[in-house]
């Protein structure tokens, strides 16, 4: 065989290509992790105005902004946004971007598949979001859609149900390209105890993914069936178990925290060793950590469901799996702070977010562990105490993470560094303002107010005056984020291929910005 010489002018695979059809039809990883988290922050404004609107509500006693029943659909698409729209799709927009880059691959495996499985969010986001405007409204079942309400609930009910079936397809073949692309695309020489701890952190994200998507769609299946084909799964009054839909919907949602947070540790085990200028202290042991939260986290789903007159014998079980959990988890923060020690530490916004992330999200933690046994778990179930701790979790854990990462890869996305004074900005403001937000609402859930209620007593009303004071500064304070991100991308002080003294990894050998085709030879990692 005659080697093919190439011809020195056809270089046009090289360039990117322009104007609208680029983003439709593109197959490139990093313009489909550009769309991802593009369509993730749109989604998390989104979002935010309802969680602003439902502190309106509660600034005061009695019904001042809304009425009970769209207070109710507020609630339940706030949660439903927030999971599936915002945070999720930002994390597979970060693996998107970054999991290439750190292992030396020139793409995802499945490149079509890649672009297909992002073209799937922006329809079903406008079903979700557009059952406001149906006969009767959104779902108003809660976002863990709970039968009888959803059986009960009008037409918005089912595009939520067709939404979610959208979106966990997409997740599904996102998670089925990141194992292939991890397993069979990592450069010469990179092993798997080599591999970055983003990449070990998502791969098993994946696995959990395809584990549980399914049975989520399984989930509101049943629902739609009951609501039209005269099945009973849930229905009561044909014979069927509301309580069967918790169990069911539960096996998917414990797994889902830990798809929602596995990946914010992975950014923060690089960010913390970078900063601290040190290696990540016990590689070996996070990685087994985080196999080991997975795979614990199959075990524990009915520690939501202590209130369903379960048997004491059911309840001990779960108590005890869900105390385990928290082991491997301490692990992960006892390396994080133990990488820290003695570090050449400096404090610049990336670094500024993953440790506000270690000190908050310790915190949503411990209340956790609170609620993990059973008898305290029965008298703070549905109140604001539970709400207080998933939102410790879930925005000082997943969304502080994403915002570290974003710091921290901005200069190699864009080939400029972000503000240094803006981004110390953002970070103190969402702190203060989140714990503002927050922290009094664990007193208020242990005083005895339930959730999801648009109007309360009056001995609540000074903590929930102070939430939504803390809420309105926390959502405002996102704007510094976007102004950061717009200002990055328009132009700024040029980043260097290595903006970071201590960053390690493939993803800055190649230059700042990160070149449209990156790795057309496989680097030799030595």
């Known amino acids: 065989m005659a080697a093919v010489i190439p011809d020195p002018l056809d270089h046009h695979h090289h360039h990117a290509p322009s104007g609208l059809m680029r983003w439709l039809t593109t197959t490139n990883h990093k313009d489909i992790g550009t769309m991802y988290l593009i369509f993730s922050f749109v989604m998390f404004l989104s ?3 309802m969680a602003l609107t439902i502190r309106a509500e509660l600034f005061q006693p009695g019904l001042q902004v809304v009425q009970p029943e769209f207070f109710n659909q507020l609630t339940t698409m706030h949660g439903l946004v927030m999971v599936f729209g915002a945070i999720m799709p930002a994390f597979v927009g970060f693996a998107n971007w970054q999991i290439p880059l750190m292992i030396g691959a020139s793409d995802m495996a499945f490149a079509r598949m890649n672009n297909w499985s992002f073209w799937l969010l922006p329809p079903a986001a406008i079903l979700l979001l557009g059952s406001f405007f ?3 409204g959104a779902t108003a079942a809660g976002w863990t859609l709970y039968a009888p309400l959803s059986v009960q609930m009008g037409m918005g009910m089912d595009f939520a149900i067709f939404a979610i079936h959208i979106m966990g397809l997409s997740s599904i073949m996102g998670a089925i390209n990141i194992v292939v692309t991890i397993l069979n695309m990592r450069a010469p020489g990179m092993a798997m105890m080599k591999m970055p701890l983003f990449c070990w952190t998502w791969l098993i994200t994946a696995y959990l993914l395809i584990a549980v998507m399914p049975v989520l769609a399984g989930a509101v299946t049943m629902i739609l069936t009951d609501r039209h084909f005269g099945t009973s799964f849930f229905n009561a009054a044909g014979g069927g178990d509301p309580v069967m839909y918790q169990h069911i919907f539960w096996f998917f949602g414990h797994p889902e925290v ?8 992975g950014i923060v085990s690089q960010i913390i060793p970078a900063f601290a200028r040190k290696p990540l202290f016990g590689y070996a042991s996070m990685v087994y ?7 614990l986290s199959f075990v524990v789903w009915a520690h939501h469901m202590f209130a369903t007159g379960m048997p004491a014998v059911g309840q001990l079980y779960f108590m005890y799996a869900t105390m385990l959990i928290a082991v491997p988890t301490g692990v992960k923060v006892f390396n994080w702070v133990a990488t820290m020690w003695r570090g050449s530490l400096s404090f610049e916004p990336p670094m500024l977010w993953a440790t506000g992330f270690i000190f908050v999200f310790t915190i949503g933690g411990f209340t956790g562990l609170i609620c993990a046994i059973a008898p305290i778990d029965i008298q703070i179930h549905d109140t604001y105490y539970v709400v207080a701790h998933f939102h410790y979790v879930l925005v000082a854990g ?4 994403l915002f570290a ?3 921290y890869w901005l200069p190699k996305w864009t080939g400029h560094m972000p503000s240094d004074r803006l981004g110390k900005l953002h970070f ?4 203060v303002f989140f714990n503002v937000t927050f922290f009094p609402m664990h007193f208020l859930g242990l005083a005895g107010m339930p959730r999801r209620i648009p109007d309360y007593a009056l001995q609540f009303t000074d903590f929930n005056a102070l939430a939504t004071i803390g809420a309105f500064g926390f959502g405002l304070s996102q704007l510094i984020f976007l102004a950061v991100v717009v200002k990055c991308a328009r132009g700024g002080k040029p980043a260097a291929a290595k903006p970071w003294d201590g960053a390690e990894g493939l993803e800055w050998t190649v230059p700042s910005p990160a070149p449209y085709h990156t790795f057309e030879e496989a680097p030799l990692v030595k």
């Open 47 to 49: 979002g935010g105005v």
């Open 134 to 136: 149906v006969p009767g």
């Open 258 to 265: 830990y798809i929602m947070i596995l990946p914010a540790f």
């Open 289 to 295: 950590a985080t196999a080991s939260i997975a795979i």
């Open 398 to 401: 997943s969304l502080f993470a």
């Open 405 to 407: 990462g974003a710091y």
């Open 428 to 431: 103190w403001c969402s702190l």
